[in-house]
């Protein structure tokens, strides 16, 4: 069973970085995607953050957060990790990572193609 847990999650000032991670279990294969979304409050809708492919690492983020957010996969541990520099307030939310394992894999942001979620890890970022 495919599980995955994020972490790394707090309260911050603006300006200063996060790393979040997410560990993943129970994948048979290398073909999946994981990825990033966060979700603002009193918002329903979950924004994809950034995405990366198990099989070859390819990735993609945001366009609004290229430059302040990176998405990295530590291959060895099955960790995926969410680098956030320049926190903003705008930045608040409840993160979390997903798995995507419908066939063909891509680095997808929009979050209906992922079937598996973790439980989320707030961020709050203060001015």
């Known amino acids: 069973e495919v599980q995955l847990v994020e972490s790394g999650g707090g309260k911050v000032q603006a300006g200063w970085s996060l790393r979040l991670s997410c560990a993943t279990s129970g994948f048979r294969n290398d073909d999946y995607a994981i990825g990033w979304f966060r979700q603002a409050p009193g918002k329903v809708e979950r924004l994809g953050v950034a995405c990366i492919r198990k099989s070859d690492g390819r990735a993609d983020s945001l366009d609004s957060l290229k430059g302040r957010f990176t998405i990295s996969m530590n291959n060895a541990k099955n960790v995926v990790y969410l680098h956030m520099n320049s926190l903003e307030p705008e930045d608040t939310a409840v993160y979390y990572c997903?798995?995507?394992?419908?066939?063909?894999?891509?680095?997808?942001?929009?979050?209906?193609?992922?079937?598996?979620w973790g439980q989320g890890t707030p961020v709050t970022v203060s001015s």
């Open positions: 997903a798995a995507d394992l419908a066939a063909p894999v891509i680095c997808w942001l929009p979050p209906n193609r992922y079937s598996r």
